[in-house]
Nanobody
Framework: QVQLVESGGGLVQAGGSLRLSCAASGSIFSINAMGWYRQAPGKQRELVAAITSGGRTNYADSVKGRFTISRDNAKNTVYLQMNSLKSVDTAVYYC???????????????WGQGTQVTVSS
C-alpha cells in the first residue's frame, strides 16, 4: 500500500505565497508522474500542475507564471510553490502519484487526503 501525506496548506492574504508538500511512502518501487489537483466548493476537481519523473511540467492556464511544481525523487516528494495567490485559488488541494510497487508491474494512481488553501481578499 502507498500513502500520500500533504502539508503546507492554510490561510493567506491575496498576493501572498504558500508552499505545499506531498510525501509518498509505503510499497514504492518507482514513481512516474506526480501532480496537484484542486477542488473548490461546487466545482469539479481540476488539474493544477503535473511533473514527470524526468522533470517535464504541465500547468493549468490559470496558474501559469504564479505556481511552480517540483519534486525530489530521492524523497518521493512533490512540491507546489504558489505565489501571487488570488481568492479564486481557494480550494482543497490534492496530490497524486503514479506508483509501481514492484518491478515490472503497472502504475497505480494514488491520492492524498487533501489540504485546504484559503486566500482572503
Amino acid at each position: 500500500q502507498v500513502q500520500l501525506v500533504e502539508s503546507g496548506g492554510g490561510l493567506v492574504q491575496a498576493g501572498g505565497s504558500l508552499r505545499l508538500s506531498c510525501a509518498a511512502s509505503g510499497s514504492i518501487f518507482s514513481i512516474n508522474a506526480m501532480g496537484w489537483y484542486r477542488q473548490a466548493p461546487g466545482k469539479q476537481r481540476e488539474l493544477v500542475a503535473a511533473i514527470t519523473s524526468g522533470g517535464r511540467t504541465n500547468y493549468a492556464d490559470s496558474v501559469k507564471g504564479r505556481f511552480t511544481i517540483s519534486r525530489d525523487n530521492a524523497k518521493n516528494t512533490v512540491y507546489l510553490q504558489m505565489n501571487s495567490l488570488k481568492s479564486v485559488d481557494t480550494a482543497v488541494y490534492y496530490c497524486t502519484a503514479d506508483v509501481a510497487s514492484t518491478s515490472g508491474t503497472y502504475y497505480t494512481t494514488y491520492w492524498g487526503q487533501g489540504t485546504q488553501v484559503t486566500v482572503s481578499s
